[in-house]
């Protein structure tokens, strides 16, 4: 039987020791990893709807560009929308739709959810969701749970809202880059809206064409 020699055990402890400090350090490292833009989001000034639409029982379509795409592989995408006005923000379903590049096919759809549900009611009174009241100055941002799905330039996204046909409805607006001489673009984003629910198709269904117009509500794509 072999025998350890007095200084064997220490020389193990110190060595595991060691090594759990340098994992947690890894983990911690990773966790400080501080979100990336997947895509140009929504920068410049904000502006009113020109069409001063409400939004009750209609659906906010916006375009995740697969060619506008950065460099960045991340296995989660984050999606964050934004608020100019209002005091509830009543939302029936949120889906994400993905495509083939330039095609209309809905190849997968993804559930898109805020605290677990992709139904929730956002309180845009409560401080704790907008520190600040929502304006076009001072948008309230919203982080939406991440999804797990890595981003892919072979492929275009399809983010779908759409907002319950009620009266709390009748008095949101959205975050909405505002287009001028002189402003800065919108970035690669875009979008539009349709009235009624445009979030229950599915696999082999198609999606609407879309003019470039500036995206309502979504302001950015992350990787957290």
């Given at each position: 039987m072999r025998k350890l020699s007095k200084n064997a055990r220490p020389t193990f402890l110190i060595s595991a020791i060691t090594f759990a400090s340098l994992a947690n350090t890894a983990l911690a490292q990773q966790a400080a990893t501080?979100?990336?833009?997947?895509?140009?989001?929504?920068?410049?000034?904000l502006g009113p709807d020109p069409i001063?639409?409400?939004?009750?029982?209609?659906s906010a379509i916006n375009v995740i560009p697969g060619a506008a795409l950065?460099?960045?592989s991340s296995p989660t995408t984050v999606l964050y929308i934004g608020?100019?006005?209002?005091?509830?923000?009543?939302?029936?379903?949120?889906?994400?739709?993905?495509?083939?590049?330039?095609s209309p096919f809905i190849t997968?759809?993804?559930?898109?959810?805020?605290?677990?549900?992709?139904?929730?009611?956002?309180?845009?009174?409560?401080?704790?969701?907008?520190p600040i009241e929502p304006s076009q100055a001072t948008p309230c941002i919203v982080r939406l749970d991440p999804m797990a799905l890595t981003l892919s330039a072979l492929?275009?996204?399809?983010?779908?809202?759409?907002?319950?046909?009620?009266s709390l409805n009748l008095r949101i607006q959205p975050t909405l880059p505002e287009i001028s001489a002189g402003n800065v673009s919108p970035g690669s984003l875009y979008g539009t809206s349709f009235i009624g629910d445009r979030t229950r198709r599915k696999v082999g269904g198609y999606v609407p064409s879309l003019a470039h117009s500036p995206p309502s509500f979504l302001m950015y794509v992350m990787s957290n």
């Open positions: 501080p979100p990336q833009n997947l895509v140009a989001g929504v920068s410049g000034s001063e639409k409400d939004w009750a029982g209609r950065f460099p960045v608020f100019t006005q209002g005091q509830v923000a009543d939302i029936s379903n949120m889906v994400l739709y993905t495509t083939n590049r330039q997968a759809v993804t559930p898109v959810t805020l605290n677990g549900v992709s139904n929730p009611s956002i309180q845009l009174e409560d401080t704790g969701v907008c492929n275009d996204y399809y983010f779908v809202v759409y907002f319950t046909d009620n």
